[in-house]
């Protein structure tokens, strides 16, 4: 198959994965509505809806990637055609966008005292998934011939942190296991435990003075400053390349409270605007992180952001993804690894037929990622807010919480 065939059939096997995990997902959440419970709060239902698809993108660009190294030689590498590359790396920027959004009016209160609570609602709404993902790729490691060795222990820990996946059980490539999501729970985090209250400390120190948008736009320049400055130092970069969409975040909310920027990215040229946008930002780079890029990607991110009547995104089928959004994240990986590792049978498929699976493996993650929110993590999510809300920190009014 020439390549431009080969990727105008991937093309269509991402489309109709999206169409088909949304259509899943309305009919499960029909049949099963308690699945599909959400945490309470004055949520942006749009930004939800987005979250469930841009979960599902992730699952197509993984399943590209498993593609690439077990059908064409190329490694654990990202796709070559920059599109199918930003389905992973441009879906992670836009939920980091949505993590600083989600946070912004607490940060534009100041509200420090209410830190340690806040991050302790965050702890069960996180971890107990990571938990299991975790759990389940340390028992795949041992299935495929692993076996416990003396830095096991410690390595365990480094996963369970979402620092980094090293190898574990005599695996060294065990973060294939996977797909290597948990680099990007360590942003999160980071977000949570550094950048959160310093916004907090700023806008508590600017307020009476100037503008909420100001402390997260000087930090916005800060950063990208010391980007350019630091562009050579790898242990800098991925901190000043993923902190900017937190802050773009922060500044988009901040934006749209006011009417006139409200207004003008809701008109009805918005959804012409957001697909421009987006468009241009994957076709002319292959990472969202140039300067252009990000701009194109923080001009979708608003545009999305500042009107609730998406009928793409705010339909029963997309808010049933978004609640699942995170499991679908954290586990699709190994489902992936199981299918391209132990499914054999995938190898004797023509590149085509295996591309008609997509959908249907979308699926399969959806169905697990809604039994894996209704067990452990909208039932863990509940338990943080009751134990947050008996004393051990703060209490302050209920927010959205945190995609």
């Known amino acids: 198959m020439e390549d431009a065939a080969l990727v105008s059939t991937a093309a269509v096997a991402v489309v109709a994965t999206l169409v088909a995990a949304g259509l899943f997902a309305r009919a499960l959440a029909g049949l099963f509505p308690r699945l599909a419970a959400a945490p309470a709060g004055d949520r942006n239902a749009a930004l939800d809806g987005l979250r469930g698809f841009l979960a599902v993108s992730v699952v197509c660009h993984h399943f590209f990637i498993w593609m690439g190294l077990t059908r064409f030689g190329t490694g654990w590498t990202p796709p070559a055609f920059r599109p199918f590359n930003h389905l992973g790396l441009g879906a992670v920027v836009l939920f980091f966008m949505i993590t600083g959004y989600v946070f912004a009016p607490w940060i534009a209160r100041g509200d420090i005292a209410s830190w340690p609570r806040l991050t302790l609602r965050r702890l069960f709404r996180l971890q107990p998934l990571v938990v299991l993902s975790v759990g389940l790729v340390g028992a795949l490691a041992l299935a495929r011939g692993g076996a416990p060795g003396p830095g096991d222990g410690r390595a365990l820990m480094i996963w369970l942190s979402c620092w980094s996946e090293p190898g574990l059980f005599g695996i060294p490539d065990a973060g294939r296991i996977n797909a290597h999501v948990l680099w990007s729970l360590k942003f999160e985090w980071l977000f949570t435990l550094l950048l959160l209250p310093l916004c907090a400390l700023a806008a508590r120190a600017l307020r ?196």
């Open 208 to 403: 009476g003075r100037a503008p909420g948008w100001l402390g997260p736009l000087a930090m916005l320049l800060l950063i990208s400053g010391l980007r350019v400055v630091l562009a050579s130092d790898g242990a800098a970069g991925p901190i000043l390349l993923f902190a900017p969409p937190f802050l773009i975040g922060m500044i988009a909310h901040e934006a749209l409270a006011r009417e006139f920027f409200r207004r003008r990215f809701a008109g009805r040229w918005g959804p012409t605007v957001a697909a421009l946008a987006l468009a241009f930002a994957i076709f002319r780079a292959p990472t969202p992180f140039p300067p252009l890029q990000m701009a194109l990607y923080a001009l979708f991110f608003c545009c999305v952001a500042s009107r609730r009547d998406w009928p793409l995104l705010t339909g029963p089928g997309a808010q049933a993804l978004g609640a699942w959004s995170y499991p679908i994240y954290l586990l699709h990986g190994i489902g992936l690894s199981l299918l391209f590792v132990e499914g054999g049978g995938l190898a004797a498929l023509p590149t085509g037929a295996a591309l008609a699976l997509l959908p249907a493996l979308a699926c399969l993650a959806v169905a697990a990622a809604a039994l894996a929110h209704a067990l452990i993590e909208w039932p863990a999510d509940g338990f943080g807010r009751k134990l947050a809300a008996r004393g051990l920190a703060p209490r302050v009014r209920p927010q959205p919480a945190a995609p």
